[in-house]
């Protein structure tokens, strides 16, 4: 059953940017799509953005100018990257392993456990 | 921008029926997925396109989706059951993925 875990700093400055890793274990990289989901403390769900085939990426339109996802070259990982980050952007963020037929029906099926960030100085 | 409305929150005695609903202008033309959280875990896939059920999700776990609504079905609601619910789906255009707000559901 694949794996996922998320990694990265657990603190970060405002206007720095936030790196975090999810590595997969049990599947892989390329034979799947997956995605980023974060949640603000006490909050919902919110989706970041996804990444197909061939690096093709979909993200969250509130988020778009800010957010990069990319598969690490090591291709046992794939990375977010969040730039400008306030304190709006504390959270836990989650990594995913999508299911589906479709872009427009992708669902993350499998998720990893979450790591906390916070940002503040 | 595209929003999923879901009722804040629903209680139900063990052994009733739990019903969460999930509302999108979208949804007679899109699948929508739902999701468990119980406190401090990540999230877990119950139902997705529409009614079909995870290996390893109990049958007691149905969903429904006809008109704009999305209903999620829990029959004979465990004690386990508890925790927050959260609907998934997509507006027609592919570019707004949302979380519905989320139904905190309360077996007691």
């Known amino acids: 059953q694949v794996q996922l875990r998320e990694s990265g700093p657990g603190l970060v400055e405002p206007s720095e940017t936030l790196s975090l890793t999810c590595s997969v274990s049990?599947?892989?990289?390329?034979?799947?799509?997956w995605g980023w989901i974060r949640q603000a403390p006490g909050k919902g769900l919110e989706w970041i953005g996804n990444l197909y085939y061939a690096g093709s990426t979909s993200y969250n339109p509130s988020l778009r100018s800010r957010v990069t996802i990319s598969v690490d070259p090591s291709h046992l990982a794939f990375s977010l990257r969040l730039k400008s980050v306030t304190a709006a952007d504390t959270g836990t963020y989650y990594c995913?392993?999508?299911?589906?037929?479709?872009?427009?029906?992708?669902?993350?099926?499998?998720w990893g456990i979450g790591t906390t960030v916070n940002v503040f100085s | 921008s595209y929003e999923l409305t879901q009722p804040p929150s629903v209680s139900v005695s063990p052994g009733q029926t739990a019903r969460i609903t999930c509302s999108g202008d979208a949804l007679p033309k899109k699948y929508v997925h739902w999701y468990h959280q119980k406190s401090g875990q990540a999230p877990a896939l119950v139902i997705y396109?529409?009614?079909k059920r995870p290996s390893g999700i109990p049958q007691r776990f149905s969903g429904s989706n006809s008109g704009t609504t999305a209903t999620l079905t829990i029959s004979g609601a465990q004690v386990e059951d508890e925790g927050d619910y959260y609907c998934?789906?997509?507006?027609?255009?592919?570019?707004?993925?949302?979380f519905g707000g989320g139904t905190t559901v309360t077996v007691l």
């Open positions: 396109e529409d009614n």
């Open positions: 998934y789906s997509t507006d027609t255009t592919g570019n707004y993925r949302v």
């Open positions: 049990y599947a892989a990289i390329t034979s799947y799509y």
């Open positions: 995913a392993r999508l299911g589906g037929s479709t872009p427009f029906n992708f669902y993350m099926d499998v």
